[in-house]
């Protein structure tokens, strides 16, 4: 789930972990020592800080900054903070700061326009803006991630594989064996093939894609064009409808909840019943997908533990990795119907 493409190594050096155990604390707490948090109480600080003489050890780059004249703060740059993998993960930071004792801050890049771009990077080359975590699911995040200057301490919450040619770390949820999941358990059900109705990516090929091309050649079934659709649901209703008036279509993997809830709208429309005639399967596991009629069978997406972990890696605490990316079986999923 980690790469680390940022300059240097760690070698044998203690780290946070080892000053913790050194000192009778948990890592949080050193974590609060490194940021100056008022938080701590002077023994307790005392205790740390001679931990940390005896080991030697000196903080990464990241948390040196956090405890100087980069502030207590952490900043996440985000080019949409209402879709739920944004929203989750801006929220994970959220309460992985509050924890460490860092004020969170946002700030929205507009587009992947230079002008966007710049005006978002001038923000966090700022010391008040603190560390920095990039939702870099798009190009407007990942301009941002190629943009910034090296002496900004930041980690990417990315697409599977992360972005290339980055030398920066980055963290993300590796959606790929999950996608070949969802594909192969509609195939088990009986269907000839499934379809997929895509949303945007950052990547050539992104890992959904390629987990459903993964399972559908392990078996030798068609692999149907791609249905490219955007970020919201009325794009994704409007790519749909050509496909779910076709009677031979009776799977659908969609490329997120929402546009799950728009294929769902357009097969109503169209008169065709799910599970009964088709088949459909979203990806993110929003809060409301177990409540759908029929409830959404989903992959669900482990976003509030991605953006913990971007907080967890900046002060070089342990990375708790998010759960893996699974498929949680509902009711909108069933054998093909003899008609």
């Known amino acids: 789930m980690c790469v680390d493409n940022s300059e240097g190594g760690t070698g044998d050096r203690p780290q946070i972990r080892d000053v913790a155990a050194a000192a009778g604390v948990s890592y949080q707490t050193v974590s609060r020592v490194l940021n100056n948090s008022p938080r ?9 800080l001679d931990a940390m003489d005896r080991l ?19 900043t996440v740059i985000t080019a949409n903070t209402t879709l739920y993998g944004y929203a989750a993960v801006l929220q994970g930071v959220e309460e992985a700061g509050r924890q460490l004792g860092l004020a969170v801050g ?12 710049r005006q978002a990077v001038d923000h966090l080359s700022d010391p008040s803006a603190g560390s920095v975590v990039v939702v870099a699911f798009d190009p407007a995040g990942a301009a941002v991630v190629r943009a ?8 990417a919450a990315t697409e599977a594989g992360g972005l290339p040619d980055v030398a920066r770390p980055m963290l993300f949820l590796d959606e790929r064996q999950a996608a070949a ?15 997929h109705v895509a949303i945007p990516s950052e990547a050539r090929a992104s890992a959904r894609q390629s ?38 279509v009776t799977a659908i993997l969609c490329g997120n909840d929402d546009t799950a809830l728009a294929v769902r709208r357009a097969l ?15 990806f993110d596991d929003v809060p409301g997908a177990a409540f759908w009629t029929p409830a959404l069978t989903t992959v669900r997406m482990d976003f509030l533990g991605l953006g913990r972990a971007c907080v967890n890696r900046l002060v070089d605490a342990p990375v708790i ?6 498929l949680v079986i509902r009711e909108s999923t069933a054998a093909p119907s003899s008609r």
């Not at 701590?40 to 740390?48: A, D, M």
């Not at 910034?148 to 980690?155: N, R, W």
């Open 40 to 48: 701590v109480r002077p023994e307790t600080r005392r205790l740390v």
């Open 56 to 74: 030697r050890y000196r903080p990464n780059r990241a948390a040196q900054t956090l405890g100087s004249g980069r502030a207590n703060a952490v």
């Open 106 to 117: 946002v700030r929205v890049v507009e587009s992947e326009a230079a002008a966007d771009v």
């Open 148 to 155: 910034l200057p090296a002496g900004v301490p930041v980690v």
């Open 181 to 195: 999941e969802a594909t192969r358990h509609l195939l088990e059900l009986g269907h000839r093939t499934v379809h």
């Open 211 to 248: 987990g459903w091309r993964e399972a559908l050649s392990g078996v030798d079934a068609e692999i149907p064009p791609v249905v490219a659709a955007g970020w919201d649901v009325a794009s994704a209703y409007r790519a749909v409808r050509e496909l779910v008036a076709d009677p031979a």
């Open 268 to 282: 109503y429309e169209a008169g065709r019943d799910v599970p009964g005639e088709v088949s459909i399967v979203g």
């Open 321 to 326: 990795e998010p759960e893996v990316p699974h």
